[in-house]
């Protein structure tokens, strides 16, 4: 008898539910940096989205403040991942045969291995809410695929181990 599936439930996320925290490249000393929303106090109840960030780097103390008005998703799996508001190169990106996987953080690489791991992969029905074009809807094909798991896998590993040493 086969084992069970592994099941995965799509949580509905969106990518701006992944940029409160982003890890970047440090452009002074090209270790990891890290960029993260800060409370402003005086910006008012606007989206979370452009809130105000802090790019911190605990290697070389570089820091600097973001207050812009618009931010700018990476859009291509070819091309470099950069951050939406500073425009710095990710931290978590790694180069595949098919193309280029990238995370912003640990929690969005986290869920980007439950999705690649599973067998059994759900969403739910389009009635039952209104966000059709999640996270994890807009992946490529090319990680969704079943045939590529082992390679997706790998590359998420390679990853995490870039952050957390293991």
């Not at 973001?66 to 990476?74: L, Y």
């Not at 999705?115 to 992946?139: C, D, I, N, Q």
């Amino acid at each position: 008898m086969s084992p069970a599936p592994v099941r995965f439930r799509d949580p509905l996320s969106t990518l701006d539910d992944f940029t409160g925290s982003v890890l970047v490249r440090c452009p002074r000393c090209d270790r990891i940096a890290r960029v993260q929303a800060v409370a402003d106090t005086d910006a008012g109840a606007g989206h979370a989205l452009f809130a105000p960030r802090r790019l911190v780097c605990r290697a070389c103390g570089h820091a600097r403040t973001w207050r812009g008005r618009s931010v700018m998703f990476s859009g291509s799996s070819l091309a470099v991942a950069r951050d939406p508001y500073f425009r710095l190169p990710l931290w978590l990106q790694t180069d595949t045969r098919h193309g280029r996987l990238w995370a912003y953080d640990l929690p969005q690489l986290t869920l980007l291995r439950q999705f690649a791991a599973a067998s059994l992969r759900e969403r739910r029905p389009w009635h039952e809410h209104g966000r059709k074009m999640t996270y994890v809807a807009r992946l490529p094909a090319w990680v969704k695929s079943a045939k590529n798991r082992d390679e997706v896998l790998r590359a998420v590993d390679r990853m995490r181990a870039s952050v957390t040493g293991r």
